[in-house]
């Protein structure tokens, strides 16, 4: 037995959620570039659970269902206030989406009707936990979500408590399309791994919004901003990235494991981030990561990720930095839940192997002889 590092490589299994062939990805078929010109965040939500594009009467219901199932349980609210202040997003996002199912009755009811209809309450809650969170840390009451509004929409009202612009709001719902899913990546794999020993559909959330916190995923579009922000100016680009190459250290949201030639989200991505400064009249962080994407790819041939211009373009939306994972968490979870219930009609516990490197034939010692 011959370990693959990561995994790479390896086809772990079937799926009809979403595909990546030969750097082209789609959505139950549908190329993302013609999603992202023309679909709305609830219309691929619809389209990764029941694997077809709705009708004007199923979209009307689903907006409907979600609208309807924003509110969170007052206890998880209580919950959310005794988090400290300065808890790190994510973590506070995961303890409170695994809160949630304490105070939901079906939470262990495993038909497909009770694990669709939670879906719907984790894709409708999730954004209202965090908008929660946001605004209870900086002593702020949280807000109530708005009844017929739109995932996007919503999210910025409950974050601010005005009303979003009609520009904020179509840069949000077309960054939550381009993110919803991304076949077997790691938090949709962990969440795939959790729900495969029978374990219910919020402990499956919840893995995947532990794996996708990490900077080598989800975290990364955080990352970003923090070393645009470090980096400050144009002129201190060159050598920032020269350093960092030379160090053979990570440049976050460049590469990719599966993509050699660039990850088709991010020039979708880098057009919002144009348009949104032009429209601000503030281009400096486009202008700079332009500059870096140039530097970078010249010198050592990585394409940026979905996670590099999603920096730039929240940041346009004066979202603050740490909430940018946990709108990824928000996008995805559209993608996490359909994978779940596709694992659960075709389940195996997923078990892989360890090819053994540690000592053998050791003898045991009594405690006073060691
Ligand atoms: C996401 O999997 C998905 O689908 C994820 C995702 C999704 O939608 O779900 O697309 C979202 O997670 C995007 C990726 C976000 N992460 C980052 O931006 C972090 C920075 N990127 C890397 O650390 C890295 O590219 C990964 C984690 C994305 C991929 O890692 P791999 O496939 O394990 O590649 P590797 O680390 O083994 O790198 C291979 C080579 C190495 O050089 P050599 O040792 O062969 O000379 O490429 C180099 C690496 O050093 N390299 C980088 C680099 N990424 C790869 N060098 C500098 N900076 C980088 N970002």
């Given at each position: 037995?011959?370990?693959?590092?990561?995994?790479?490589?390896?086809?772990?299994?079937?799926?009809?959620?979403?595909?990546?062939?030969?750097?082209?990805?789609?959505?139950?078929?549908?190329?993302?570039?013609?999603?992202?010109?023309?679909?709305?965040?609830?219309?691929?939500?619809?389209?990764?659970?029941?694997?077809?594009?709705?009708?004007?009467?199923?979209?009307?219901?689903?907006?409907?269902?979600?609208?309807?199932?924003?509110?969170?349980?007052?206890?998880?609210?209580?919950?959310?206030?005794?988090?400290?202040?300065?808890?790190?997003?994510?973590?506070?996002?995961?303890?409170?989406?695994?809160?949630?199912?304490?105070?939901?009755?079906?939470?262990?009811?495993?038909?497909?009707?009770?694990?669709?209809?939670?879906?719907?309450?984790?894709?409708?809650?999730?954004?209202?936990?965090?908008?929660?969170?946001?605004?209870?840390?900086?002593?702020?009451?949280?807000?109530?979500?708005?009844?017929?509004?739109?995932?996007?929409?919503?999210?910025?009202?409950?974050?601010?408590?005005?009303?979003?612009?009609?520009?904020?709001?179509?840069?949000?719902?077309?960054?939550?399309?381009?993110?919803?899913?991304h076949?077997?990546?790691?938090?949709?794999?962990?969440?795939?791994?959790?729900?495969?020993?029978?374990?219910?559909?919020?402990?499956?959330?919840?893995?995947?919004?532990?794996?996708?916190?990490?900077?080598l995923h989800?975290?990364a579009n955080?990352?970003v901003?923090?070393?645009?922000?470090?980096?400050?100016?144009?002129?201190?680009?060159?050598?920032?990235?020269?350093?960092?190459?030379?160090?053979?250290?990570?440049l976050m949201g460049f590469g990719h494991r599966v993509y050699?030639?660039g990850d088709p989200r991010a020039?979708?991505l880098?057009?919002?981030?144009?348009?949104?400064?032009?429209?601000?009249?503030?281009?400096?962080?486009?202008?700079?990561?332009?500059?870096?994407?140039?530097?970078?790819?010249?010198?050592?041939?990585l394409k940026p990720n979905v996670d590099f211009y999603s920096?730039?373009?929240?940041?346009?939306?004066?979202?603050?930095?740490?909430?940018?994972?946990?709108?990824?968490?928000?996008?995805?979870?559209?993608?996490?839940?359909?994978?779940?219930?596709?694992?659960?009609?075709?389940?195996?516990?997923?078990?892989?192997?360890?090819?053994?490197?540690?000592?053998?034939?050791?003898?045991?010692?009594?405690?006073?002889?060691?």
């Amino acid at each position: 037995m011959t370990a693959t590092k990561g995994l790479e490589g390896i086809v772990a299994t079937t799926s009809s959620v979403s595909s990546i062939i030969d750097g082209i990805l789609t959505y139950r078929g549908y190329d993302i570039d013609d999603l992202a010109e023309n679909a709305s965040f609830e219309e691929v939500i619809y389209l990764l659970w029941y694997g077809k594009l709705p009708k004007a009467a199923e979209l009307t219901r689903i907006r409907d269902e979600l609208s309807a199932a924003a509110a969170i349980p007052e206890q998880v609210v209580d919950l959310i206030r005794l988090f400290p202040k300065n808890a790190n997003s994510m973590a506070a996002l995961r303890s409170a989406t695994s809160a949630l199912a304490l105070y939901d009755g079906e939470a262990d009811d495993m038909t497909k009707e009770a694990n669709l209809r939670k879906a719907v309450r984790l894709q409708a809650q999730i954004p209202t936990i965090i908008a929660a969170f946001s605004r209870i840390r900086d002593g702020k009451e949280p807000i109530a979500p708005k009844a017929g509004a739109t995932i996007a929409e919503n999210f910025l009202y409950m974050l601010s408590g005005e009303e979003p612009s009609d520009v904020a709001v179509k840069a949000l719902d077309k960054a939550l399309v381009l993110h919803a899913d991304h076949e077997l990546n790691a938090s949709t794999f962990a969440g795939r791994v959790t729900v495969a020993t029978l374990s219910d559909i919020y402990s499956g959330v919840t893995s995947a919004i532990g794996a996708l916190k990490g900077p080598l995923h989800g975290g990364a579009n955080e990352a970003v901003m923090a070393m645009l922000e470090e980096i400050g100016t144009l002129e201190n680009i060159d050598p920032y990235v020269n350093r960092k190459l030379e160090n053979k250290e990570k440049l976050m949201g460049f590469g990719h494991r599966v993509y050699k030639n660039g990850d088709p989200r991010a020039k979708h991505l880098q057009k919002m981030s144009l348009e949104l400064g032009s429209q601000t009249g503030d281009l400096k962080w486009y202008e700079m990561s332009i500059r870096i994407e140039n530097l970078v790819t010249g010198l050592k041939g990585l394409k940026p990720n979905v996670d590099f211009y999603s920096a730039s373009v929240y940041t346009t939306l004066k979202i603050p930095r740490d909430l940018f994972t946990p709108i990824f968490a928000i996008s995805r979870c559209s993608g996490w839940t359909a994978h779940i219930l596709e694992q659960y009609e075709n389940n195996r516990l997923i078990r892989p192997r360890a090819e053994y490197v540690g000592p053998s034939t050791q003898k045991y010692v009594p405690v006073e002889r060691r």
